[in-house]
């Protein structure tokens, strides 16, 4: 119907949401084709938010399939966007999400960085999910650097926040959450690691961040 009305804003939308879906069901293929489709669409009819939409939805297909040398550049364009323009949200979103393509590439300290701001940003705003999205960047962090403590509270409160608000986590972020959590039974054994996430379930929201954030 906008291809028949001459809408290009609304096909460039509806082009977006259908790579979205894509994504989802991971046709990345086709996927790709409609996120690029969006993308180019947008560039043409200057709509500058839907380029940035366009351009981090390609980042986070990349972090889908594991293709972190391609979903940084594009990630890291979409980051320069947001901040070109002052938009929070979307700088804050950036940031996490360029954290989870730092731990692709096992860049760990950049990676806490990008979280860190990310983090903050999130928790100002009153953004749990996104607060979520970072502790678990910030959880596989830790267990890199040997703080299993810390990383088991994050993932603890994580738990907390999904039960709060029915999140459900993007593919790389619910299998890079899996992940550590193996990892953290395999070291703590299921009774240590069971006990710490209750720790951290049972801080606020502010305490396990301020948490997090510690050197």
Same mark, same amino acid.
């Given at each position: 119907l906008h291809a028949e009305t001459h809408d290009e804003i609304g096909s460039a939308d509806a082009l977006n949401l259908l790579g979205v879906i894509a994504t989802g069901d991971g046709s990345y293929g086709e996927a790709r084709d409609l996120l690029e489709r969006a993308k180019s669409m947008r560039e043409r009819i200057g709509d500058e938010v839907g380029v940035q939409v366009s351009t981090h939805n390609l980042g986070l297909l990349a972090l889908n399939q594991g293709d972190y040398k391609h979903a940084l550049p594009a990630l890291e364009e979409a980051l320069a966007i947001a901040e070109k323009h002052e938009w929070d949200t979307y700088i804050a979103n950036s940031l996490c999400d360029l954290g989870?393509?730092?731990?692709?590439?096992?860049?760990?300290?950049?990676? #806490?960085?990008?979280?860190?701001?990310?983090?903050?940003?999130?928790? #100002?705003?009153?953004?749990?999910?996104?607060? @979520?999205?970072?502790?678990?960047?910030?959880?596989?962090?830790?267990? @890199?650097?040997?703080?299993?403590?810390?990383?088991?509270?994050?993932?603890?409160?994580?738990?907390?926040?999904?039960e709060d608000t029915h999140l459900i986590f993007e593919i790389y972020a619910e299998r890079e959450r899996e992940r550590v959590e193996r990892e953290l039974r395999a070291h703590l054994g299921p009774d240590g690691f069971e006990v710490l996430r209750a720790e951290g379930r049972s801080l606020s929201i502010e305490q396990a961040v301020a948490e997090a954030l510690e050197p």
């Open positions: 989870f393509a730092e731990l692709g590439e096992e860049r760990f300290d950049q990676a #806490r960085a990008h979280f860190a701001a990310g983090l903050e940003d999130a928790l #100002r705003m009153g953004w749990r999910e996104n607060v @979520a999205y970072c502790l678990v960047g910030f959880s596989s962090v830790d267990l @890199a650097k040997g703080r299993l403590d810390r990383a088991a509270h994050s993932l603890g409160q994580v738990d907390r926040i999904v």
